[in-house]
């Protein structure tokens, strides 16, 4: 069982739609990390969110980290296909070990 | 390339055999972490070093898995008596003592027979 909860589960878009992917829990975290991950290779740190109530850019990606430190999302606008991948929540409780969710697959066609 | 790097990366084995597989974190990091990810899942954490210490294990970690880092640098994680439920995604990530981000390897993924 996932401590973080990730919808939806798949999101299959055409180039230049926005998608927004969350991230859910019960438990307060310390930071939530977002990670990209390919087929067969490992996770790649997208972003990293401390405060609750933050808001962080990267370019067409939008992170926003709950009031309560709860809860994250992610908004892409005018996705794209290299945009295409896993994309993964993960909490930490201050003492270092991540507790991930199960991972949005996103697909995006030209 | 000064990234969290692991190896192999891919192993087939038959059910039974021992095996082991090596990160090499980067080099700075005094944090290693391992974890464990099936398909359609996150990735679950099994264990942690700072430095040469193992601070934390999961209750996933079963008596036939055993993790190393003799020198603070490079870490081991050995299956003994592999079985097919071992077949997954094993990930090495790294981090800065007082940081939490984690950078992870591109990990190692085993298939038992």
């Known amino acids: 069982t996932q401590l973080l909860e990730q919808s939806p589960q798949f999101l299959s878009i055409q180039e230049g739609e926005n998608l927004t992917v969350y991230c859910n829990s019960s438990s307060v975290f310390s930071s939530l990390q977002w990670y990209r991950q390919e087929p067969g290779e490992g996770p790649v740190l997208l972003v990293t969110v401390v405060t609750g109530g933050e808001v962080k850019k990267l370019k067409r990606l939008t992170f926003q980290f709950g009031d309560a430190r709860k809860d994250s999302s992610l908004h892409i606008t005018a996705a794209q296909p290299g945009d295409t991948g896993l994309y993964l929540c993960a909490g930490s409780k201050s003492w270092g070990k991540l507790q991930f969710g199960a991972g949005t697959q996103v697909v995006v066609t030209p | 390339d000064t990234g969290v790097s692991q190896n192999p990366r891919h192993k087939i084995t038959k059910r039974g055999q021992n095996v082991t597989f090596r990160c090499d974190p980067i080099?700075?990091?005094?944090?290693l972490y391992w974890y464990r990810q099936t398909l359609g899942q996150g990735p679950e954490f099994l264990t942690y070093f700072q430095n040469e210490a193992q601070l934390e294990k999961s209750r996933l970690l079963s008596d036939r898995f055993s993790a190393e880092r003799p020198k603070g640098s490079f870490s081991t994680l050995e299956i003994q008596r592999t079985e097919q439920g071992d077949s997954a995604m094993y990930l090495c990530?790294?981090?800065?003592?007082?940081?939490?981000?984690?950078?992870f390897g591109p990990g190692t993924r085993l298939l038992v027979l």
């Open positions: 990530a790294s981090s800065l003592d007082q940081q939490e981000t984690q950078y």
């Open positions: 080099s700075e990091h005094n944090r």
